[in-house]
Each structure stands twice: as structure tokens, then as C-alpha cells.
């Protein structure tokens, strides 16, 4: 099939989402083509172009993506591994479980932004809080999935097992963690899109150094809608791109759950 | 067999336990400086003050009242979006892109804009949590009808059902666990998003309590409003858990099964 | 209102289409089923027995030939031919009272209610109107489903392999009461099945098929006096007929008597 045919039966298939979006673009272009709301709160698309263009020269959408990246990777590595960890634990011993759920899920009860002030106030206002505000909003989806994940491998296996008389070390190796390992992915998604969204949180909050968040929030002070605009755009494709990856991973490792259903 | 659930949930309370006195002996032998660390008898003390004083139900109301309003203007008008997605091919076929496409920007990256057009009054929080209890209502009763299953459709149309007895019989039915999931999810986002827009806009309410104790050093105020909003935004989950148990009982037992 | 229901099916043929294949499921396939008869299917899967069922159901669209129901041309399902499938699809959400009186135009009036009840009744489901279907047995389920597919009164009943999630004891019993349910109510039904022992109960006629394309291979009638003794030698011999088609009879019939 050739190239021609593939976006005619793109455009074909697609073409409703295409009008919808075409109709939304006149609209925003005529608004401020015709300064029904002034430029000053609403950007038209040739300013968000050149800003675009601007940021991307000056290296500062680079330089800010680059250091907000680095965090989630921080936080994100941090949160998952302590989360993994006490989700095999609690999954496999109920002693463990026991122990621990209470008070998770007690932690778990406070809505994950609440959490800025006190970080705040115990880490300052620089990179070691980002990166305890969002290790705690990785933490828990890993956890949990991980937990659920565990969980639900079926007892019937581990009768397998027991009359292949496995030690807990082979059960672990070849039953447990790869039974679990569709929901733990699908918790890996859930806490890099967590990540991401509290990436910029955290940089709003405490305006300091480079960073997605700030070169957001520092446009909207100083009335530059076109860069904030920008700013909307790249997070927006970032999450999605996030979303879309983990997405294939999970799909691509869960594909023996399908056939086996 | 109730000696051994004692002994369990007496078990989960070890570790919150040890936290506790560990807690309080770093704090009153000031090992932990108690500017960072109040010792919790001074957290209750705090508490007490804030709460006789009408200072934290004042700020609560405040932030209730706006949850409730983001809530109802972000739940029901996704609710309407996603009937109308899963019910009419056109809608769904225009909308569901676009709603796709904008779904993926996270609300927090709004923040800028909704101050630029609506000032820090009340107008931008409300709007700001109904943008976030939008999208997760949206999803859900979409999602909730759109997955209706077939063989019910079947049995349904040797019957030769009209309009209306097929969404009642049928449709909403199905797919009330998933709007009810829905209507939790997007009611603990709003929860969540009122704090957030209280740590960026000042006016009253909880999250600004937080956020002028945060500046203060007041730790011990910063904690009491941690603990206020966990317990409040579990409540309402619970409540909210309390209705669909009510509504959809038959819902409950069979997965039970 | 007289309950009436000759099926005729002349030629019919029913082609699936995808992309660039094109697969025939069912050829040319002729048959008559006079008001009152307990027709049976029976085949191995993937004859097109089902995608059968449901092109006289109204489910399925888009065929060659002509079903006639007493000689109309169908067009779409009708409340005029009720259905049993296998999962017995009740509505989890609704009781067993109100999953009868699905089909009924106004389900709370008093003619309703009686219907309801009779038909309750007739399936031996008393006392179970407030229940719902996950408090109901396997066999329950299905005789609420055959209530509901029931009540309307209408004149072919289409059973797709009703009883084939039932465990061998309450088939068996299941059997007498179908077979009761069919005197009582004099309708025509047609069933799908691939357990010979319940055609042979059951039916007046047997219509083995054949697979790829689905084609009729041999319509055997079962003379047999009602109700049947499953060890008799006739109902043997007809076992031993119909497992001919399949290649699977063996010369000392009597093996299979237990």
C-alpha cells in the first residue's frame, strides 16, 4: 500500500475528529484574527508559532524540559523502587501486610498536593522537595497495583508449584512476579503520568530553578500567554507520549493474559 | 476465628504505633528541631485552637463550598458529554477527538490561563475544579455505556424496545458502576484540586491556611491541615461508597460471587 | 389469539464477508416445520448451526433465499419468535419478575401480572419473583430465561443450545420439563444442540448439518412414543442412526446403554 492510500484511509476513517479540530482552529484563529479578545489573554496561532520558534532557539524549552525530566526521573526511580519493594512484601506475606496497609492507607487519604506545604516546610524550597512530593505521588500506584498484582495470581498456580515443590525463591522467580507483572506495568504508567503532572505542581509551587512548570508559571506572570500556550502544548504531548509508551509496554507484556482469556 | 481478626487488625497498629512514640520522643527530647517536628501533644492543642476558635470550620466551609460547585458543574456536565458521546454516533465521532486531545494536558498546566481570564477570585478555582472533575466523569460514563454488554442488546431487541424502555431497562443500569466509579474518582480529583488551587490563589480556605502556616513555619498548623483534609476527603469518598452500595446492590453480590 | 408458527426456509445461504475473503457459513438449506413440532439441530461446532438460529431469530442480517413465517418474509426480530440462548442473559439488575415480564408492552398491568405468574409457574419458578438471577441455580437461570422468552406468547420458541451449561443430572431433568413445557403450551420449538441422547428425547425431527458449508445432511424423524425411555431399543437404534452421520456408531449398540 502505498503512502497516498495510507492518509486516504487515514482521512477517510478520521475525518470527523479532522472537521472538529479544522472548525476549532477558525475559531481561534478568527477570535484573534479579528481581536474579539485581545492578544493579551489569548495568543493567535501565528504568536504561539513564533513563540514556539523562540523558545526552542533561546534553549530554554530544552534547558526546562531537560531539568523537569531529571526530577521525575528522580522521584519517579525513587517512589517505584520503595514502592515495588513494599508491594512484593505485603503481597507475598501477610504478616507484612498486616503490618503495613493501615497505615498506608491512611497516608494514601491525603489528596497528593496537601502534601506540598508540610514537604515545604520540612525540605525547603528546592530540588529535594520536588523530589519527595513526587517520589510520594509514585509511590503509591506502584504499590497498590503491585500488591493487587500479586494477589490476584491464581492459587491454582501455586498448587502447581507446590507439587513441583519450588522454594520460595523459584516461586517468587517464576510464578509471582511474572503473574503480577501486567498490573505492575499498568502501575508503572499510572505513577509516570502521576509524575509528570506533579512535576509541574511542584514547580509552581516552588518557583526556584529551571523547569516546565516554571517556565509556565513565570509566562503567566509576566503576560506572555503565547509562551504559557506553548508550555500547555509540550506538557500535553509529553503525557500523552508518556501515556502512549507505557501503554505499548503494557499491552506488549500482557499479551499472554488476552490469549490465555 | 475473632480472637485471630483481633490479633490481625491489633497488628496494623504496630508500626503506626512505634511511629507515634518514636515521633514523640525525638520531639520532646528536641532531637528533631520542634519547629520541624511538633511534638503531637502541642498538634492537638493546635487542633483545639483552631477548631474553637471557628478558624478551621470557617475555612472548611470555604473549601466545601467550592468542591461542591466545581463538582456539580464539572460531574454533571460530564456526565451530559459522556451520554451524549456513548449515545450518538455524531456526537462521538466529532467530539470524542477533541475531547481525547485535550484530556492529555493535565488541568494543573491551565493554572496560568484561568488566572490570566478569570483574576484569583472564586470564579478560577471553581472553574479550575470543574475542569478536573470534567474529564475522569466524562471518561467513566462514557466508557460505562459504550461497554453495555451486547447480549443484553440481543435479548433486548427481540423484544422491539423503543427508545426510551431500552435506556431504561438497559443501558443506564449497565452502566451505573461505571458512572458511579466516575462520580468517585472525579469527586476526590475536585478534592484534591481545591487544595491545589488554594496553594495558588489566596483567599480563604484550607489550602491557604496551609499555605500562610507553611510561610509562618507553623508546622504544627501545616500537620493538623494535612490530617483535616485526609480525613474529610475519605469521608466523602465514603459517603459517596455508602450511595452506590444503596443503589446498586445487585451489582455488589454478583461480583461477590 | 391463535398461536400459529410454519416455518418454511427455501434455499437459504448465508455468506460472511470480511476484508477480501468471502466465507459461505451456510448452503442452500430447506426446511419445513409444521405449527406444534419440536424440531432439533444437531451438528458438530462450527456447522452454522447458531448463525442459523439467529437468521430466523431476525439477529443475524443479510441472507440468500427466503425464511417464511407462515409465508411472510421475515424482517428483523419479533416479539412473534421468542428466544432462549445459551447464557441465559437474564438482566442482573432486574428480579426474576420483572426479567419475565421484559417482553411485555405494559408490564404492571394486571394482564401482565397474570402472565407473569403463569409463566412463572409453568417453569416451575414459584416463589422465586423477587430473587435475583445471581441467587438462581444454573437451571433456574434458564427456565426464568425460557419464562421470559414465553410470556409475550409467542409462536416459535428458537432454543440456541439452552441447556448445554447444565451439568448431566439437571439436563436430564430439564429435559422433562421442556418436554412438558411444550405439551402445555403447544408452540413450535426449534433447538439447537450437540447432545444426541436430548434430540432423540425431545424432538420430532432431526436435522443433522454438516460443516463448511453448513449444509443439511439428513432430516431423521423419531416415531417414538412420548415420553421416551432412553434405554428402549428404538431409541437406541435412532441414537445408533443419527451417530452414523458422524462416523461414530459402532456395531454393538448395546454398549451404549447404561
Known sequence: MSITTNVATFIRTRYHGLVSFLALFIVWSAVSHYELVSAEYLPSPPAVAKAFVKVIKSGQLGVSLGSSLVRIAEGFFIGTTLGFLFGVAMGVSATAERLFAPLFNALRQVPIIGWIPLIIVWCGINEPSKISFISIGAFFPILLSTFEGIRSVSKSYLEVAQVFEYNRIKLLRKIVVPGAVPNIVSGIRLSMGTSWLLVVWAEINTRSAYGIGDLLSSAGDGKKPDIAFVCIIVIGIVAFLINELFGHLEARLSTWRKSYR | ?257 | MERLGTLEVKNLSKKFRSRNDELTVLNDINLTVQPGEFISIIGSSGCGKTTFLRLVVGLEKGYEGEILLDGQRLNGPSLKRGVVFQDHRLLPWLSIEKNVGMGLKDAKSDESRKAIQEHLELVGLKGFEKHYPHQLSGGMSQRAAIARALVNRPGILLLDEPLGALDALTRMYMHQELERIWKQEKITMIMITHDVDEAIVLSDKIVVMSSRPGTIKKIIPVPLARPRDRASYDFVKIKEEVLEEFQLHTEHPFTYTI
Not at chain 2, 496494623?12 to 527530647?29: F, K, M
Not at chain 2, 451530559?80 to 454516533?89: D, S, Y
Not at chain 2, 479550575?128 to 461497554?147: E, H
Request: aromatic residues 12%; proline residues 5%.
Open chain 2, 1 to 257: 476465628m475473632k480472637i485471630q481478626l483481633l490479633k490481625n487488625k491489633l497488628t496494623g497498629l504496630i508500626i503506626p504505633l512505634v511511629l507515634y512514640v518514636a515521633w514523640d520522643l525525638l520531639s520532646r527530647y528536641e532531637l528533631v528541631p520542634s519547629t520541624l517536628m511538633p511534638p503531637p501533644k502541642v498538634l492537638f492543642e493546635t487542633w483545639w485552637v483552631m477548631q474553637s476558635s471557628g478558624e478551621l470550620l470557617l475555612n472548611m466551609k470555604m473549601s466545601l463550598l467550592r468542591v461542591g460547585a466545581g463538582f456539580l458543574v464539572g460531574a454533571s456536565s460530564g456526565f451530559l458529554l459522556g451520554t451524549a458521546m456513548g449515545l450518538w454516533k455524531p456526537v462521538e465521532q466529532y467530539l470524542n477527538p477533541v475531547f481525547n486531545f485535550f484530556r492529555q494536558v493535565p488541568v494543573v498546566a491551565w493554572i496560568p490561563f484561568l488566572l490570566l481570564w478569570l483574576g484569583i477570585d472564586e470564579w478560577f478555582k471553581i472553574v479550575f475544579i470543574s475542569c478536573g472533575a470534567f474529564i475522569p466523569m466524562t471518561l467513566k460514563t462514557y466508557d460505562g455505556i459504550k461497554n453495555v454488554p451486547a447480549s443484553y442488546l440481543e435479548v433486548v431487541r427481540v423484544f422491539e424496545y423503543g427508545w426510551f424502555r431500552l435506556l431504561r431497562t438497559v443501558i443506564v443500569p449497565s452502566a451505573l458502576p461505571s458512572i458511579f466509579t466516575g462520580l468517585r474518582l472525579s469527586l476526590s480529583e475536585a478534592w484534591m484540586l481545591v487544595i491545589g488551587a488554594e496553594l495558588v490563589a489566596a483567599g480563604e480556605g484550607i489550602g491557604n491556611v496551609m499555605v500562610i502556616a507553611r510561610r509562618l513555619f507553623q508546622t504544627d498548623v501545616v500537620l493538623v491541615g494535612v490530617i483535616v483534609i485526609a480525613i474529610t476527603g475519605f469521608a466523602m469518598d465514603r459517603l459517596l461508597g455508602l450511595l452506590e452500595t444503596r443503589f446498586l446492590g445487585w451489582h455488589r453480590t454478583q461480583n461477590a460471587q
